[in-house]
């Protein structure tokens, strides 16, 4: 069964503490896309990587974001320091295709709260 | 950037047909279209895509006419089942995927 997956599946932290979201991306898809969800603002594109490289991270806050791709079963989002502003829901994605529109496959998300 | 419009939110009944349509006015000749589904608490699932003309699979179809500046995801004798938020895409084939715009897509609640 390939599916993307996510940790942890929900996580409420303090202001100012540091969060980190994991993700594996589905077994030989070499690209992840990181998204944020909110009521407001829909799903948001943050990162892009491909082959472990960030391609596209201009939609991310670079002052308290960081992404890495440490090896092909894994990527991270790490917020530091966290404000309440970051609540949301995060994905992670891989497509079927390193290039073009392909299918995106979608993991669980992480619930972030910051309180 | 292609953008879409979506109605915010449709009701339908039990067993009707339901038709989204999207608007894409500044669509690029590359542009591909692409629908999803979101369920709550779950990622964006694929349901279809398509260039033109008339695509169908298990699911939905995808009607898009020739000018290509709208599209309607019509899904056959809906369920309880597919109350979801429903997202549509464009964006073309050459490895641009960073640049989809999601929006807030269409809220489809199915009553009994």
């Known amino acids: 069964d390939a599916r993307v997956t996510q940790t942890p599946r929900h996580k409420v932290t303090e202001m100012g503490q540091e969060v980190t979201m994991r993700c594996q991306p589905i077994?030989?898809?070499?690209?992840v896309f990181w998204y944020r969800q909110t009521m407001m603002q829909g799903l948001e594109l943050l990162a892009y990587?491909?082959?472990?490289?960030?391609?596209?991270d201009s939609g991310m806050p670079k002052d308290r974001f960081s992404a890495e791709m440490p090896d092909a079963t894994l990527a991270t989002l790490k917020i530091q320091p966290s404000e309440p502003r970051d609540s949301a829901v995060y994905f992670c994605?891989?497509?079927?295709?390193?290039?073009?529109?392909?299918?995106?496959?979608f993991g669980p998300g992480t619930r972030l709260t910051v309180l | 950037l292609a953008k879409t419009t979506q109605p915010i939110s449709m009701d339908s009944y039990e067993g009707q047909e339901v038709n989204i349509t999207c608007s894409h006015n500044?669509?690029?000749?590359?542009?591909?279209i692409t629908w999803y589904q979101q369920f709550p608490s779950q990622g964006p699932r694929f349901i279809i895509q398509?260039?033109?003309?008339?695509v169908t699979n298990e699911v939905a179809s995808l009607f898009i006419p020739a000018d290509r500046k709208s599209s309607t995801l019509s899904l056959p004798r809906v369920s309880l089942s597919d109350t979801a938020v429903y997202y549509c895409?464009?964006?073309?084939?050459?490895?641009?995927?960073?640049?989809?715009?999601w929006g807030l897509g269409t809220s489809l609640a199915v009553n009994p």
């Open positions: 994605a891989s497509p079927e295709r390193e290039t073009g529109f392909g299918e995106q496959f």
């Open positions: 895409l464009v964006g073309d084939n050459a490895g641009n995927n960073r640049k989809l715009i």
């Open positions: 500044n669509i690029a000749t590359n542009d591909y």
């Open positions: 990587f491909r082959n472990r490289a960030p391609l596209d």
């Open positions: 077994l030989g898809h070499n690209t």
């Open positions: 398509g260039y033109k003309t008339k």
